[in-house]
């Protein structure tokens, strides 16, 4: 049985699932490189709502700004899907990203300008062999910025049933 880094039991990922969700582009993976068959579909879901204290009312919101410049760069078997609230007002602007069989990880302090930075977290979690996204190689918004890492729900759906 695999283990997380703090010894937990956990489930491996499975097979990764090979259909194409297209939203996104990954900045090191062009829709061209016939990469599909090793990576999963990851989610990236993000706050649309929230806003730093001072914010200017008027203005567009940072987490909307960021899922327009994250849907006008597609890849392969990624998907945007704005939300309305992450929780997280006091380290917006906020992302969540989730695939199947892997951990979900929350992120903030990102503003508009962290379209590439998402992406290369999100390339790391889709090709992750283990459910984890690896510290290296992820963008330094990225190490530092982590919010949550909750398990994959499929261990709790067994248990169910």
């Not at 297209?22 to 062009?30: E, F, K, T, V």
């Not at 951990?103 to 979690?125: E, I």
Request: a neutral charge; one cysteine or more; aromatic letters at 4%.
């Amino acid at each position: 049985m695999q283990t997380d880094p703090g010894g937990a039991p956990r489930r491996g990922p499975g097979p990764p699932e090979r259909r194409v969700i297209a939203a996104i582009s990954a900045p090191d993976l062009p829709p061209t490189c016939g990469c599909e068959e090793r990576m999963r579909d990851v989610v990236i879901h993000v706050c649309t709502t929230c806003k730093r204290e001072g914010d200017d009312p008027a203005l567009p919101r940072p987490g909307a700004e960021l899922a327009q410049a994250l849907a006008q760069r597609p890849a392969p078997c990624m998907r945007v899907t704005p939300v309305a609230c992450l929780g997280n007002c006091k380290r917006s602007c906020s992302v969540a990203l989730s695939a199947p069989g892997c951990w979900t990880y929350v992120f903030g302090d990102l503003g508009p300008g962290s379209a590439q930075d998402v992406l290369a977290a999100a390339a790391l979690l889709q090709t992750s062999t283990d459910g984890l996204m690896a510290w290296r190689g992820r963008p330094e918004p990225f190490k530092r910025g982590m919010i949550a890492r909750i398990p994959p729900l499929e261990p709790l759906q067994d248990a169910a049933e």
